[in-house]
T-cell receptor, first 112, second 111 residues
Framework: DGGITQSPKYLFRKEGQNVTLSCEQN?????MYWYRQDPGQGLRLIYY???????QKGDIAEGYSVSREKKESFPLTVTSAQKNPTAFYLC???????????FGQGTRLTVV | LAKTTQPISMDSYEGQEVNITCSHN???????ITWYQQFPSQGPRFIIQ???TKVTNEVASLFIPADRKSSTLSLPRVSLSDTAVYYC????????????FGSGTQLTVLP
């Protein structure tokens, strides 16, 4: 089955620790995105990547880092510099030629 | 990026047709209009996309007037399972920042 997979679904970390969220797609899509969603709010763009080895900051990139070493993978690291990391994180991909994205099921990160 | 404005919430009853309107006054010539649906604790799901006039698929219809400054998502005969947040996005494939989500419209379908 083609799709976009995020893991894990739930993640707990202690304050001050870095944590990496996984996002893998087998849709052969060029563009990939990371969003953050807080309760009752819309999605906010953290980072996006249009091609391998290239990525740009979104609206709320502070405290996050990404890499795009392979077309299929776009991991997100939530660093200790992120002041309020507890949130629902969503990864998406798009083919790039039409503005339509496919989303993963999300990772709910809780920092205690 | 074209900014979109949608109602924060709407209520409807089962079996009714629901129309959600989105305003996008500064839409660009090459922008498409795309609607997504999101259930709690899930990623958004693509519903429908259009450029002008009317588009229909098995789930919904999208009406776009000639000036393209607004669009209306129409859901026929809604059921309880259509309770979700609906997002209207405006953008084109020229920039990866096209996928900018607003706050969306919380649709609640009542029995």
């Amino acid at each position: 089955d083609g799709g976009i997979t995020q893991s894990p679904k739930y993640l707990f970390r202690k304050e001050g620790q870095n944590v990496t969220l996984s996002c893998e797609q087998n849709l052969n899509h060029d563009a990939m995105y990371w969003y953050r969603q807080d309760p009752g709010q819309g999605l906010r763009l953290i980072y996006y990547s249009q091609i391998v080895n290239d990525f740009q900051k979104g609206d709320i990139a502070e405290g996050y880092s990404v890499s795009r070493e392979k077309k299929e993978s776009f991991p997100l690291t939530v660093t200790s510099a992120q002041k309020n990391p507890t949130a629902f994180y969503l990864c998406a991909s798009s083919i790039g030629t039409v503005p339509q994205a496919f989303f993963g099921q999300g990772t709910r990160l809780t920092v205690v | 990026l074209a900014k979109t404005t949608q109602p924060i919430s709407m209520d409807s009853y089962e079996g009714q047709e629901v129309n959600i309107t989105c305003s996008h006054n500064n839409i660009a010539t090459n922008d498409y209009i795309t609607w997504y649906q999101q259930f709690p604790s899930q990623g958004p799901r693509f519903i429908i996309q259009g450029y002008k006039t009317k588009v229909t698929n098995e789930v919904a219809s999208l009406f776009i007037p000639a000036d393209r400054k607004s669009s209306t998502l129409s859901l026929p005969r809604v059921s309880l399972s259509d309770t979700a947040v609906y997002y209207c996005l405006v953008g084109n494939s020229g920039s990866a920042r096209q996928l900018t989500f607003g706050s969306g419209t919380q649709l609640t379908v009542l029995p």
